[in-house]
């Protein structure tokens, strides 16, 4: 059996549309001249409209941690010090992505299935005047929490320090608001809530970032993972081949159908759809005894974690809906591995009937 007979609804990647996959099966076509720069700024733009952004924007080519690491590495120099937010596995990796890149990190913590505190950063930042950054995850993986970005921020702003945020699986699902909330450095992954293939990072920098990534000592951070590499091409090289190196063509094709997909949606309906079938989910799982790992204030429209019977490692249920059902879900991360399952419904294509079919088949655990 072919994987494609599996539904996948994990917390990405996610199945993607059939038109974004033709676009994968395009020809393929060189990586720059006039008709790659058109298509590439048109995609770098409808980019700019899910993050809120008039600011630059680029296409860094990994997944998600790549782009991460290159705005950490690029925007700090060695020895700096950085307030990293953690609430679960996504935030204990910042702390790591942070220190490889030898920044001194000052950790702020909050419990698993809790969100971080704005009072903790304000208390942080007050205790370390010489921190540099502040580097918080929008929506924990590990647990469904989306964390209070925006007020952060705000923190971020009245102390002159860079705000960074790790958004590889809350963009296009979750609302960020890079200009309006005085974010710097915002790294994503298309093959989350933008529903296009895994390869590609798209990264949001402010020119307030620029001011301060330009005055820093000089400091070595690789070549092709510094930004400051990006920007030349995009500047210097911008009529002709706007990227310093080689760019998967076909995933940006892919990519560029999706953002459209989204744009025809509207991203406020696209929004309120992820909400709808997070309620359906939540109510479901309610009603079938396996409650959702959060209270309904804590609703997250893309992914939804829960309990499963009491006793029953959770690896258990994610085996049995892919052999019974032929769906495939996650499991616990970390600390949460065996006592949580978490669902999927970041995919543009996951509809209510996939909520139905979900809810079902985990009402018949373990026939
Ligand atoms: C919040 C968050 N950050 C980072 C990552 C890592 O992304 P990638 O595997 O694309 O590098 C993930 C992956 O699930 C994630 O959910």
């Not at 007050?126 to 918080?136: E, S």
């Not at 960020?176 to 450095?185: C, I, P, S, T, Y």
């Amino acid at each position: 059996m072919s994987d494609s007979e599996f539904k996948l609804m994990i917390p990405g990647p996610v199945s993607v549309s059939p038109e974004v996959l033709q676009a994968m099966a395009r020809p393929v076509v060189p990586h720059y001249g006039d008709n790659f720069i058109h298509f590439y700024n048109e995609t770098l733009g409808l980019l700019k409209v899910v993050f809120q952004t008039n600011q630059d924007m680029f296409l860094f080519v990994g997944s998600g941690t790549a782009g991460i690491d290159a705005c950490v590495g690029s925007s700090l120099a060695t020895g700096d010090k950085i307030i990293v937010g953690s609430n679960g596995f996504f935030g204990d990796r910042l702390i790591w992505i942070a220190e490889g890149n030898g920044l001194v990190v000052v950790p702020v913590r909050a419990k698993l299935g809790s969100v971080l505190e704005p009072a903790d950063f304000l208390q942080a930042v007050q205790d370390h005047p010489d921190a540099k950054a502040i580097l918080v995850v929008h929506l924990e993986t590990s647990t469904t929490i989306i964390n209070p970005i925006k007020e952060i921020a705000r923190i971020a702003r009245e102390y002159d320090l860079l705000m960074m945020v790790d958004a590889v699986s809350s963009i296009g699902g979750v609302p960020l608001k890079f200009d309006e909330w005085g974010l710097d450095l915002v790294a994503t992954s298309i093959n989350k809530c933008l529903g296009a293939p895994p390869g590609l990072s798209p990264i949001a920098i402010s020119q307030r970032a620029w001011k301060s990534i330009n005055a820093l000592p000089p400091k070595y951070h690789g070549w092709y993972s510094d930004l400051r590499t990006w920007k030349k091409y995009a500047t210097e090289w911008a009529d002709w081949h706007p990227t310093p190196v080689t760019m998967p063509v076909n995933n940006i094709a892919a990519l560029n159908v999706a953002l459209k997909q989204l744009m025809e949606e509207g991203i406020e309906n696209r929004y309120q759809r992820y909400r709808n079938l997070a309620i359906q989910l939540r109510q479901g799982l309610t009603a079938i005894g396996m409650s959702p790992m959060t209270s309904d204030h804590l609703l997250n429209p893309v992914l939804t974690a829960a309990y499963g019977p009491e006793g029953i490692p959770t690896s258990q249920i994610v085996k049995y809906l892919a052999k019974k059902h032929k769906i495939i879900i996650s499991g616990g991360l970390g600390d949460l591995k065996e006592k949580t399952f978490r669902i999927g419904h970041m995919s543009p294509v996951v509809n209510a009937e996939d909520i139905d079919l979900v809810i079902n088949a985990l009402s018949q655990f373990p026939d």
